[in-house]
């Protein structure tokens, strides 16, 4: 099955090349031929590589930078979205479009689930939730798939920014009120293909429209740099200690919902697909990225 997804060098575009097995032949998209910010040359490219599964992953995804920046943010996570969606539409091929635990306020006491009202906090937010409400109304044949706190061994993410803080200090304050699911990107990208490979085979309705994909478990920012960093000391960093902040001491242009839990039983008891809890895949990134980057006491 030929499958396009958007971006080049993204976190989830370059776990799906590694995760993708022979049942699909996986093409990537984007800058030069493909630019979100420039809406006009999407869909040609699109409709040359044909794709009969699209996956949308290229997003302008600098949630601080956003604030500044809204007029691009928009451009490219909601006219860049809608010109994928439609020629998705075009060319008869399913979408699924990545989205973001950013499009609600985190002020729920438990997990959002997919119906409960969206009231974004920050632009990033905004931009996203413009782009899922886009996609829906351009294609029918799509999935909007919302996850959250990514991290990998590519790309800049939190667990990288950790490991590079903990090489020159001992102690690094962490936010510990926010929470969510942090969710690895190779887990987020066998979910994906699963999805991508029912979607092909099954139009019914039920299997479109929203879904929750993140890890099955739940930490503050704080709880994953302690367990970073007590992943990297048995690998032969030194000991680094985290010390629990309030997010008003750690200040932000976006400001961030306090709530970013999703609850993802619906595409579970629709798909059958669920994510992992986070600590397990955790260590494979941290094992990766230092590897990667090998440091004088690190003995991997
Ligand atoms: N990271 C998270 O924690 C998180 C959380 C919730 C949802 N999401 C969503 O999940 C998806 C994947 O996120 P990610 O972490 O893989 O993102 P990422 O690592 O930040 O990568 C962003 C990707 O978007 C591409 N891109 C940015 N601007 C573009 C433009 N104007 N034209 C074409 N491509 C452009 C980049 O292109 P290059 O390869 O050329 O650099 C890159 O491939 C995004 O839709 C994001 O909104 C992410």
């Given amino acids: ?9 993204g976190q989830i575009v370059t776990a799906l090349r590694e995760r993708a097995d022979d049942a699909c032949v996986l ?4 800058r030069p031929e493909l630019d979100l910010a420039r809406p006009s040359s999407i869909a040609q490219t699109l409709i040359d590589l044909r794709p009969r599964i699209i996956i949308h992953a290229a997003a302008y ?5 956003a604030e500044a920046e809204a007029d691009v943010a928009m451009r490219v996570n909601a006219d860049g979205a809608a010109a994928v969606a439609e020629a998705a539409q075009r060319i008869g091929a399913s979408l ?4 973001t635990d950013y499009v ?3 002020h729920l006491e438990r997990p959002y689930r997919e119906e409960d009202p969206t009231a974004p906090m920050n632009m990033y937010g905004r931009s996203k ?9 351009a294609c029918e044949d799509s999935v909007i798939l919302r ?3 990514i991290y990998s061994p590519f790309g800049s993410n939190f667990v990288r920014t950790m490991l590079r803080l903990g090489e020159a200090r001992c102690e690094v304050g962490v936010v510990d009120d926010q929470r969510g699911n942090p969710t690895s990107a190779l887990d987020a990208a066998d979910a994906i293909l699963a999805i991508a490979m029912r979607m092909a085979q099954d139009s019914s309705r039920e299997l479109r429209g929203i879904f929750h994909m993140t890890a099955a478990t739940e930490a503050s920012w704080a709880d994953i740099a302690s367990e970073v960093f007590l992943q990297a000391e048995r690998l032969g960093r030194s000991p680094v200690a985290v010390r629990r902040i309030a997010t008003h001491e750690y200040p932000t242009a ?11 039983s619906k595409l579970k008891d629709i798909y059958g697909v669920a994510l992992p809890g986070w600590r397990g895949s955790l260590i494979e990134c941290v094992t990766r990225l230092l590897r990667a980057a090998p440091t004088q006491n690190a003995d991997v």
Wanted: charge should be positive; hydrophobic fraction near 45%; proline fraction near 2%.
């Fill in 147 to 149: 996850t959250a706190w």
């Fill in 61 to 65: 995804t600098m949630v601080d930078k």
């Fill in 27 to 30: 093409l990537s998209a984007g």
């Fill in 1 to 9: 099955m030929r499958i396009v997804v958007t971006g080049r060098r």
């Fill in 254 to 264: 976006a400001t961030r919902p306090a709530n970013s839990r999703l609850d993802c």
């Fill in 104 to 106: 609600f306020d985190g």
């Fill in 129 to 137: 939730l413009a782009g899922e409400k886009r996609v829906a109304a």
């Fill in 96 to 99: 699924l479009y990545l989205s």
